[in-house]
C-alpha cells in the first residue's frame, strides 16, 4: 500500500522558516511528480508547489521567492522549504504524489494526510 507520511509542520512567527518533508512507503513502480498542496480554513486546496523527477518545478504565485521544493529520487522523499512565513500561509500543507503503483497500471494521484502550518505571533 503507497502512503506520503509528511512532517514538519508546527508554529512559527511571522516572517521565520519551516522545512516540511514527505516519504513516500511502500512499492511502487515510479513516481513522476511529487508536490505540496494546502488549504486554509474555509478555503479550497491550493497548489504550492511541484517537482518532476528530472527537477523541473512549479510555484504558485503566492510563494514564489520564499519556498523551495525539492526531491531525493533514491529515497522517493520531497521538501519543501518555506521561509519568510506571513499569516495567510497558515494551513493544513498536503503532500502529493503522481506515481503508477504497477508497471502495468495507470498513474495514480497519491495524497497524504497532511501537517499543520501556523504563522503567527
Known amino acids: 500500500q503507497v502512503q506520503l507520511v509528511e512532517s514538519g509542520g508546527g508554529l512559527v512567527q511571522p516572517g521565520g522558516s519551516l522545512r516540511l518533508s514527505c516519504a513516500q512507503s511502500g512499492s511502487i513502480f515510479a513516481i513522476y511528480v511529487m508536490g505540496w498542496y494546502r488549504q486554509a480554513p474555509g478555503k479550497q486546496r491550493d497548489l504550492v508547489a511541484t517537482?518532476?523527477?528530472?527537477?523541473?518545478?512549479n510555484y504558485s504565485d503566492s510563494v514564489k521567492g520564499r519556498f523551495t521544493i525539492s526531491r531525493d529520487n533514491a529515497e522517493n522523499t520531497v521538501y519543501l522549504q518555506m521561509n519568510s512565513l506571513k499569516p495567510e500561509d497558515t494551513a493544513v500543507y498536503y503532500c502529493?504524489?503522481?506515481?503508477?503503483?504497477?508497471?502495468?497500471?495507470?498513474?495514480?494521484?497519491?495524497w497524504g494526510k497532511g501537517t499543520l502550518v501556523t504563522v503567527s505571533s
Open positions: 502529493y504524489a503522481w506515481a503508477q503503483p504497477g508497471e502495468w497500471l495507470d498513474g495514480t494521484d497519491y
Open positions: 517537482i518532476t523527477g528530472s527537477g523541473i518545478t
